[in-house]
């Protein structure tokens, strides 16, 4: 049985990923790695073992890892792309400097590592649709700078180590638990969170603009599914394109309109975010992915609307 460590165990993908590594591999093997002022709460603090672990404090890592005998660490520590911009060098020290801690520990220890990269990792020259797993990669975000560095680095280490290193490149991710904080794909959860509480939705992104996103389970299920494959597939490893759906602000407004015929919305385009989202794929091909360990995703956009408008009003209307 694997022994986990997840940093960043109470963010937005890391609070869902360690609870379906529990259930996947037994709560006592999953350690919940958080930094003091998100301390994990409820079923996320009652089902496993927790610890500090801030991803720019190596010692305190290590311990960590040799303390619960730790082979396998999903870290999952970062800034989204528009707080980024903001703070460039706390990007940089988190991203970067925090992964070289985490890819020296893993040496040290044995360790397979997951760290995510996203489509934050391409840029305005990368060709935007069906984006090839191998490609132009020249961000012009700190998110994106960060990205492709954890990408080079974790093949690094790989090559010059033998890390087992593995990852996929995360579309805009949507969830009903925790809100993404900061990042350019985030209208596509907030439009939810508007609909189920009635109020009109102003939408920062321009019609038109399109981006890969990806429902949670998915996303869970690829992170999950990356680290269970069987390495002598594995032609790729940092990082896999995975795509499950492709839409535009008036795609995800139509279908949410579906069940919410009284929905409305508007837009008032934010420059920042939409720079950034025009930079990005309009719709990635995850070929390497499904060839190389049988990525196959279960949501399209229908499926993903039909289950947030289910399951968010019981968290969010009292
Ligand atoms: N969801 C991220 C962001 O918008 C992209 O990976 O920053």
């Known amino acids: 049985m694997k022994k986990i460590l997840v940093i960043g165990a109470t963010g937005q993908i ?4 360690t609870m379906a590594l529990r259930s996947t591999y037994g709560g006592q093997n999953v350690v919940a790695g958080y930094i003091v002022g998100a301390e994990p709460k409820g079923e996320l603090l009652e089902s496993g073992p927790a610890e500090i ?3 720019t404090d190596a010692p305190a890592i290590d311990a ?5 005998g730790i082979d396998t660490i999903y870290n999952l520590a970062a800034l989204l792309s528009v707080v980024a911009e903001g703070k460039p060098k706390l990007a940089w020290k988190i991203g970067v400097d925090g992964l070289w801690n985490i890819l020296e520990i893993a040496r040290e220890n044995g360790c397979a590592v997951f760290t995510p990269s996203s489509i934050g990792s391409f840029g305005p020259t990368t060709p935007h649709v069906m984006t090839p797993q191998d490609t132009i990669q020249r961000p012009r975000t700190m998110y994106g700078v960060t990205k492709v560095t954890t990408e080079l680095l974790s093949d690094y280490f790989f090559l010059k180590y033998g890390v087992d290193t593995r990852a996929v490149r995360f579309p805009g991710v949507i969830s009903n638990v925790t809100p993404p904080g900061g990042g350019t794909t985030d209208y596509a959860v907030d439009i939810y969170y508007y609909a189920v509480r009635g109020e009109k939705f102003t939408c920062p992104i321009k019609e038109g603009t399109l981006m890969d996103m990806i429902y949670m389970p998915d996303a869970l299920k690829a992170a999950i599914d990356i680290m269970e494959a069987d390495p002598s597939r594995l032609i790729h490893r940092n990082a896999f394109n995975i795509a499950s759906m492709s839409f535009a602000p008036e795609t995800i407004y139509a279908s949410i309109k579906k069940y919410k015929p009284d929905f409305e919305m508007v837009y008032d385009v934010d420059p920042l975010k939409q720079s950034i989202a025009e930079s990005w794929p309009d719709c990635m ?4 992915a499904r060839n190389e360990w049988d990525w196959n995703p279960v949501y399209d956009l229908d499926g993903m609307t039909r289950d947030m408008l ?3 009003p019981a968290r969010i209307l009292k």
């Open 285 to 288: 091909d995850d070929s390497c």
């Open 53 to 55: 672990c801030d991803v």
């Open 310 to 312: 289910e399951k968010l």
């Open 64 to 68: 960590v890892v040799k303390k619960h």
């Open 14 to 17: 890391g609070s869902e990923l």
